[in-house]
T-cell receptor, first 116, second 114 residues
Framework: KAGVTQTPRYLIKTRGQQVTLSCSPISGHRSVSWYQQTPGQGLQFLFEYFSETQRNKGNFPGRFSGRQFSNSRSEMNVSTLELGDSALYLC???????????????FGPGTRLTVT | GDSVTQMEGPVTLSEEAFLTINCTYTATGYPSLFWYVQYPGEGLQLLLKATKADDKGSNKGFEATYRKETTSFHLEKGSVQVSDSAVYFCALMILTGGGNKLTFGTGTQLKVEL
């Protein structure tokens, strides 16, 4: 079974621009979460989507947004890019199960965003 | 709020040495606990997990036991290899009706030398 895929893998943008990142979850997984990884702040939760609805959100400004499509693929968008948005953006998918006490999250390789 | 504290790195060991990476947590509810590993240039891989007190997660020679009384989930391996060199993240998740998220520690870099 194919893993989580993210596109593009690398991206260079200029301050003030906007960017869209894409994530395709493992087939059958309906939950997609996004995380930002930086050397200074570590791994921080951005948001989670399940069945096209955002059901959890981290502490990020409104410039960070996302959505999920009916096929569970997800995109995140960052508008008005700042230098501090340079990071590795990781997507994770999971398969919620009524009988499971934990929703294991499986990560993609990430998109490395550099803002200049 | 919820938080995870890991020992500072880097941890440098010789091949076949014993590994311990300490992890403690603070949680408002009853968390599930995880260890993830990140190799250079890659995303995170789930290494092992435990969902309730006294559970032991294990995988690829790594083990960790969920200790509720000490709020800890220390990662151990009896004999490390050069290929184990990576960054290890301890994480917790509390399931809520409003969704779920992972809260990570800062990561511990492990370097294994011949």
């Amino acid at each position: 079974k194919a893993g989580v895929t993210q596109t593009p893998r690398y991206l260079i943008k200029t301050r003030g621009q906007q960017v869209t990142l894409s994530c395709s979850p493992i087939s059958g997984h309906r939950s997609v979460s996004w995380y930002q990884q930086t050397p200074g702040q570590g791994l921080q939760f951005l948001f989670e989507y399940f069945s096209e609805t955002q059901r959890n959100k981290g502490n990020f400004p409104g410039r960070f947004s996302g959505r999920q499509f009916s096929n569970s693929r997800s995109e995140m968008n960052v508008s008005t890019l700042e230098l501090g948005d340079s990071a590795l953006y990781l997507c994770a998918s999971s398969l919620p199960s009524p009988r499971s006490f934990s929703y294991e999250q499986y990560f993609g390789p990430g998109t490395r965003l550099t803002v200049t | 709020g919820d938080s995870v504290t890991q020992m500072e790195g880097p941890v440098t060991l010789s091949e076949e040495a014993f590994l311990t990476i300490n992890c403690t947590y603070t949680a408002t509810g009853y968390p599930s606990l995880f260890w993830y590993v990140q190799y250079p240039g890659e995303g995170l891989q789930l290494l092992l997990k435990a969902t309730k007190a006294d559970d032991k997660g294990s995988n690829k020679g790594f083990e960790a036991t969920y200790r509720k009384e000490t709020t800890s989930f220390h990662l151990e391996k009896g004999s490390v290899q050069v290929s184990d060199s990576a960054v290890y993240f301890c994480a917790l998740m509390i399931l809520t009706g409003g969704g779920n998220k992972l809260t990570f520690g800062t990561g511990t870099q492990l370097k294994v030398e011949l």
